[in-house]
């Protein structure tokens, strides 16, 4: 079965850092492009960034509002995904998807609620 | 970056309708569109790929077209089981933007 699990999240104050994973199963990871998007609460869906594969270098593309901020990286060897987050602000508040990419946004994770809150 | 603008917001309709929900781009995205599905608490479901695709497993009532600038989806014979939140994006270039939703519900 395809299947994408984040973990990570949870509270964190202003300004502060969180790592979210992702592990990836039932398909060959290193052979696809990954995305992260968030959806604030109540709110729709927001486009975060964009890991290519090996093949293309790895080399990542972001939302304005977190460039700069955040970072996506991944480890083929273990199936995973990754969003490092600094500089946390109230509005990163959302659950944040892992998402996998077959030129549309075809495999998602249940998501992962990361608060910014002091 | 490109726009997506949905229409309506929102619409309530009987089961056994014929439903159509807009998305229009502010730029020229020829066929890379695509439409999510998104039921109260649940992920994102992809239902239609480059504009007029259905996605495996996808029930037929679901359909999309259009290109360049202006895509529907159609929902016909709707039920129950269709109310939920609809999503188009583009991903002709880089921010991948999302329409802002089309909140469906069964009169």
């Known amino acids: 079965e395809v299947q994408l699990v984040e973990s990570g999240g949870g509270l964190v104050q202003p300004g502060g850092s969180l790592r979210l994973s992702c592990a990836a199963s039932g398909f060959t990871f290193s052979d696809y492009y990954m995305e992260w998007i968030r959806q604030a609460p109540g709110k729709g869906l927001e486009w975060v960034g964009r890991i290519r594969n090996k093949a293309n270098s790895h080399t990542t593309d972001y939302a304005a509002s977190v460039k700069g901020r955040f970072t996506i990286s991944r480890d083929d060897s273990k199936n995973s995904l990754y969003l490092q987050m600094n500089s946390l602000r109230s509005e990163d508040t959302a659950i944040y998807y892992c998402?996998?990419?077959?030129?549309?946004?075809?495999?998602w994770g249940h998501g992962t609620l990361v608060t910014v809150s002091s | 970056d490109i726009q997506m603008t949905q229409s309506p917001s929102s619409l309530s309709a009987s089961v056994g309708d014929r439903v159509t929900i807009t998305c229009q781009a502010t730029?020229?995205?020829?066929?890379?569109l695509n439409w999510y599905q998104q039921k109260p608490g649940k992920a994102p479901k992809l239902l239609i790929y480059?504009?007029?695709n259905l996605e495996t497993g996808v029930s037929s009532r679901f359909s999309g077209s259009g290109s360049g600038t202006d895509f529907s989806l159609t929902i016909s014979g709707l039920q129950p089981e269709d109310v939920a939140t609809y999503y188009c994006q583009q991903y002709d270039r880089p921010p991948y933007t999302f329409g802002q939703g089309t909140k469906l519900e069964i009169k």
């Open positions: 730029q020229d995205i020829t066929i890379f």
């Open positions: 480059d504009a007029s």
């Open positions: 998402v996998r990419t077959n030129g549309a946004f075809d495999v």
